[in-house]
């Protein structure tokens, strides 16, 4: 950072600043990474090419107010998932809005407060649903947010993955095994990037060789491995005859070319062919990360959703951007979810987006590794740079994610900039949200960083259109219209069930089940409960009303 970046700029100081943007924390010096002690300046002046922060202290408490609550988000106004005229119903959307949902948005390893990331994204209103719907990564833990947020299994058949990094589709597994025995009963449709096709030769000379390690690669290991389970729930009807062939669903949705289930094999090497229409095939579209394109492309619904590659890692991690057309017309509405990634230029140059900017720029953000470890160690010391714990986990964000000042410099490169910034996949709380937006207010000398519905107004010291950022939390939900973008915390029960729902609506004359037995009626082929297991050893149930018995067979 330049000598400019660490001026105090004139008017509003930093802590003023954050006043404005409701997050100066009572009893907290506002800050960045490093202690006020003359140790912590030494130590980042022995560790870096210059002394890049030494006006930008901050004191960590074990205050409970500023270490385990995230205050903002606790004051947001509330949206509830359902229809308040009928519960069972799902919220509607207005024709031209756009609602992006947080199911998760933790750091691993997870925290009871956050799950890991996903995000759920809803277009437009048909009157009884919305007209598209997108889950963007599906990490451990989400499911349960979901069911919360009134979200059926059946709304969840399309799912974008950055990378494969378990905390990005640890919940796959869910989705895919259970969507089938609720009210999905159409394929799982899973997006993400081809194989990385990556060679290593390491310092000794040894070559270690390409892996599949691609989207249909783990989309086959996930059908292999999940076998037992959905042979188990095959006695239940997983499909329907007017489902649309697949070359339709590729021509509908604007797909790279036409999909096909991934093809396992049996104990003798023969195939095994899942239905194109079942439940249970799993499909997935790998997309050509290095050039990036266009993922989906729908005229019906208006949703255009193109990728670009991003660093993380290892080769492979994509990014995504939504573009969606209401009915309307007019310009579209415009989202970007970086999943996780240093910073970057590609990100860059798709939130400038030809000049015409994005609406919601959906960016990770992680603290640095000094907090990171302070804060696994229950402690409210910075542990030194030189700390084996915060040395390893400095390599992790090194090669993997960005930090809160590479953040803001980011966010200076964008012009224009996007209506709303969100910061995710960082651990929330006041006094973490407090440091890392210090770090942001850095590189905006002449601008308020705010986080809130409604911005301050520019002042003499800050005379620049303010900037909007916002901290992702579980149970966030955005609104996005062309007029405005408002926050809400979801309201819900941790006791809901999970919808099954009539979306879509299935036919009458569903498919018979893989095990299945002949019925009553002539040629009716009905559900086999009892084909795969024996029951020598069963206490049977009587028949219910028929007298004192051991347990009846309704259940009671």
């Known amino acids: 950072m330049d000598d400019s970046k660490k001026t105090e700029p004139t008017g509003l100081t930093r802590r003023d600043a954050l006043k404005i943007s409701g997050l100066a924390?009572?009893?907290?010096?506002?800050?960045?990474?490093?202690?006020?002690?003359?140790?912590?300046k030494a130590q980042a002046g022995d560790n870096c090419a210059c002394d890049c922060y030494p006006d930008v202290p901050c004191t960590w408490t074990e205050n409970p107010d500023q270490t385990q609550q995230y205050s903002y988000f606790q004051n947001l106004p509330p949206f509830y998932p359902f229809d308040s005229s009928n519960s069972t119903k799902i919220a509607p959307l207005g024709e031209n809005e756009m609602r992006i949902t947080f199911m998760g948005s933790g750091f691993p390893p997870p925290r009871r407060a956050q799950q890991m990331m996903s995000v759920f994204v809803e277009v437009g209103w048909d009157g009884t649903k919305p007209l598209d719907q997108f889950v963007f990564d599906c990490g451990t833990g989400v499911v349960s947010n979901y069911g919360a947020m009134n979200v059926g299994f059946s709304r969840m058949d399309k799912v974008f993955i950055a990378h494969l990094h378990g905390d990005h589709m640890g919940d796959l597994t869910q989705i895919y095994c259970f969507g089938p025995s609720a009210d999905r009963k159409s394929p799982l449709y899973v997006w993400g990037p081809k194989r990385s096709n990556f060679v290593y030769t390491d310092p000794s000379g040894k070559v270690w060789p390409?892996?599949?390690?691609?989207?249909?690669?783990?989309?086959?290991?996930?059908?292999?491995?999940?076998?037992?389970?959905?042979?188990?729930?095959?006695?239940?009807?997983?499909?329907?005859?007017?489902?649309?062939?697949?070359?339709?669903?590729?021509?509908?949705?604007?797909?790279?070319?036409?999909?096909?289930?991934?093809?396992?094999?049996?104990?003798?090497?023969?195939?095994?062919?899942?239905?194109?229409?079942?439940?249970?095939?799993?499909?997935?579209?790998?997309?050509?990360?290095?050039?990036?394109?266009?993922?989906?492309?729908?005229?019906?619904?208006?949703?255009?959703?193109?990728?670009?590659?991003?660093?993380?890692?290892?080769?492979?991690?994509?990014?995504?951007?939504?573009?969606?057309?209401?009915?309307?017309?007019?310009?579209?509405?415009?989202?970007?979810y970086s999943s996780d990634t240093k910073p970057e230029?590609?990100?860059?140059?798709?939130?400038?987006?030809?000049?015409?900017?994005?609406?919601?720029?959906?960016?990770?953000?992680?603290?640095?590794?000094?907090?990171?470890?302070?804060?696994?160690?229950?402690?409210?010391?910075?542990?030194?740079?030189?700390?084996?714990?915060?040395?390893?986990?400095?390599?992790?964000?090194?090669?993997?994610?960005?930090?809160q000042g590479g953040f803001g410099y980011l966010l200076s490169l964008i012009n224009p900039r996007p209506r709303l910034t969100v910061a995710t996949h960082f651990p929330v709380a006041n006094d973490t949200i407090a440091c890392a937006m210090e770090s942001v207010q850095e590189h905006f000398?002449?601008?308020?960083?705010?986080?809130?519905?409604?911005?301050?107004?520019?002042?003499?010291?800050?005379?620049?259109?303010?900037?909007?950022?916002?901290?992702?939390?579980?149970?966030?939900?955005?609104?996005?219209?062309?007029?405005?973008?408002?926050?809400?915390?979801?309201?819900?029960?941790?006791f809901s069930f999970s919808p099954w729902e009539n979306y879509p609506v299935l036919p009458a004359d569903m498919n018979p089940p893989k095990y299945w037995t002949w019925g009553s009626a002539a040629g009716q082929k009905v559900s086999n409960p009892y084909a795969q297991i024996d029951l020598t050893t069963e206490i049977p149930a009587c028949k219910c009303n028929t007298g004192p018995c051991n347990y009846n067979d309704d259940g009671y």
């Open 25 to 40: 924390l009572g009893g907290l010096a506002i800050g960045g990474a490093l202690t006020g002690s003359e140790t912590g």
């Open 210 to 336: 390409k892996y599949k390690d691609g989207t249909a690669d783990y989309c086959l290991a996930l059908r292999q491995a999940c076998r037992w389970h959905t042979e188990s729930f095959s006695f239940q009807t997983t499909s329907y005859p007017t489902y649309p062939a697949l070359s339709t669903i590729a021509s509908n949705w604007g797909l790279p070319y036409v999909p096909s289930p991934v093809v396992d094999t049996d104990i003798n090497g023969n195939h095994i062919h899942d239905p194109d229409d079942d439940a249970y095939a799993i499909i997935p579209i790998e997309l050509d990360w290095v050039n990036g394109g266009v993922a989906y492309n729908n005229p019906k619904t208006g949703v255009k959703i193109t990728y670009f590659p991003v660093i993380h890692t290892r080769r492979g991690a994509i990014g995504y951007k939504l573009e969606w057309t209401p009915p309307g017309g007019g310009n579209p509405i415009t989202m970007i």
């Open 345 to 403: 230029y590609n990100c860059v140059n798709q939130a400038i987006n030809g000049g015409k900017g994005v609406d919601v720029l959906i960016h990770e953000m992680i603290v640095p590794a000094q907090v990171y470890t302070m804060k696994s160690l229950y402690t409210d010391v910075l542990p030194p740079l030189t700390d084996p714990n915060v040395e390893a986990l400095a390599t992790i964000e090194a090669s993997s994610h960005s930090p």
């Open 445 to 494: 000398p002449n601008a308020v960083v705010y986080q809130g519905n409604n911005a301050p107004c520019p002042t003499k010291g800050h005379p620049n259109k303010p900037v909007r950022i916002t901290w992702s939390f579980d149970l966030m939900v955005i609104n996005v219209s062309k007029t405005q973008i408002v926050e809400h915390q979801a309201v819900v029960s941790d």
